[in-house]
């Protein structure tokens, strides 16, 4: 079975869709999320620990779901925004996760989360201005995280041209175009963003950010600090972010590239700043191989121009999950060090004024866990880490397995 979900607002778009994948599949059907209500994924971890495979946002995305079991092939019809999928396009795959487990493994050779249920392909229909090669890439990343493979990139409508027939610039910068790092005189005051969903108190950008502006305090430099998960502070965000002339935004990578909150965030900006800015980011993530933040660095190297700004660079390195689990001893120590790197990060772009030195560079670490590290991991402590998770899945209150299949069960 394939299913599309249409996340466009205004056209029912469903027979050109259907004519686009006539052919593909016998059995096809279409869902425009645009009549239903659909949140963000919030980070909240539920789906892992406290209630395997079921989400703990209530609201029509739980139907999505059950259909997303029962089909083989996964398309989203989306707007793009920025080159990448709109945040509407996003949103519907940040709540994929339940179809994935908390388990870890190695699968083609890179850290993945175990499938709850089977393989997934996935492609994306869109429409407007996407960055086509982009687009590619992170519909092969997202396939792959679902074991299945890519069912490719389509543009709905022709791209729009200018009258010299050139592909239309986007209101500032092209979406394609990736941005020069500027060497940015030393700021004083810096603007910072949490572009993660999860509430502050529970986020592990919002520790990053923490320890990375005791590293600016150090060399003098004072800072304000704005959570996008409040969305009460949106007003206030959004009038800092176009007042200010050094921003930095931290965010976790969600699904391959930007969590869907932070690419709403961003799309109601106003597109003309009176004064310029420097635009850097933080981009952290769950899995430590350098490799798997490499197309979401992409994507962020492209926003400044978008933005108005010029890039600062980004800052990039995985690894960060285990900040969620600090009360454990142990994982407090190994997570100490993580921290202290970050101070020291701050620190040096306190001095620097941007992510663009050989230092912020290395910060990264291995692109690839080596042969011996997974032959490790597969002997010894894939079993370690499954009873941590299994322990805290226990202390949440969890009563389920953690690979439990609730909607196969439902189907029986
Ligand atoms: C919906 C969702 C999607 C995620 N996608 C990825 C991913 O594609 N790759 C990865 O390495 N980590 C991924 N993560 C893990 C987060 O990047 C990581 O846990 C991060 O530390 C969360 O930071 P936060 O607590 O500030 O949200 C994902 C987490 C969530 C909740």
């Not at 394939?2 to 778009?13: F, K, M, P």
């Not at 969600?254 to 004064?275: A, D, G, I, M």
Request: hydrophobic share 35%.
């Amino acid at each position: 079975m394939t299913l599309v979900l249409n996340t466009l607002e205004s056209s029912d778009c469903s027979e050109q869709i259907k004519k686009i994948l006539a052919g593909k599949d016998e059995e096809i059907e279409i869902i425009n999320t645009a009549d239903l209500k659909i949140t963000h994924c919030m980070g909240c971890n539920m789906c892992w620990l406290k209630t395997p495979g079921v989400c703990a946002i209530k609201d029509d995305y739980e139907i999505i779901l059950q259909k997303i079991v029962k089909a083989e092939n996964l398309w989203v019809v989306t707007d793009t925004k920025f080159g990448f999928v709109d945040y509407r396009g996003k949103r519907v795959l940040d709540r994929i996760v339940p179809m994935l487990n908390m388990y870890i493994e190695f699968r083609d050779g890179w850290e993945r989360h175990q499938l709850r249920y089977h393989p997934l392909n996935f492609g994306v229909i869109y429409k407007g201005n996407g960055n086509r090669e982009l687009l590619e890439k992170w519909s092969i990343r997202v396939a792959r995280n679902m074991a299945g493979k890519s069912l490719g990139v389509i543009a709905l409508d022709a791209p729009q041209t200018n009258a010299n027939g050139n592909v239309a610039k986007t209101a500032m910068g092209t979406a394609t175009e990736t941005a020069t790092e500027t060497a940015a005189p030393h700021p004083q005051h810096i603007v910072i963003f949490n572009g993660s969903p999860r509430i502050k108190k529970n986020s592990n950008t919002n520790k990053i950010i923490q320890a990375f502006t005791e590293g600016l305090e150090s060399a003098g430099i004072t800072h304000e600090l704005y959570s996008l998960s409040n969305h009460t502070e949106w007003d206030e965000a959004r009038d800092a972010f176009m007042t200010n002339d050094n921003i930095i935004i931290a965010l976790p990578l969600f699904v391959e590239c930007l969590p869907s909150l932070l690419l709403e965030f961003l799309s109601t900006l106003p597109t003309e700043r009176k004064q310029p800015a420097k635009l850097s980011f933080i981009l952290h993530s769950g899995f430590d191989e350098g490799h798997q933040l490499r197309l979401g660095e992409k994507f962020l190297q492209t926003l400044p121009s978008q933005l108005g700004c010029t890039c600062g660079g980004v800052l990039v390195k995985g690894g960060s999950f285990l900040l969620r689990m600090r009360d454990n001893n142990y994982i407090k120590k190994v997570t100490d060090k993580i921290l202290a790197s970050y101070t020291k990060m701050g620190h040096s772009f306190a001095l620097n004024g941007n992510f663009s030195t050989p230092e912020a560079r290395k910060f990264t670490g291995p692109e690839k866990n080596p042969k011996i590290g997974v032959l490790l991991f597969n002997l010894i402590f894939k079993r370690i880490v499954k009873k941590n998770f299994e322990r805290i899945a226990n202390e949440w209150g969890c009563t389920r397995p953690l690979n439990d299949k609730p909607y196969l069960t439902q189907q029986r």
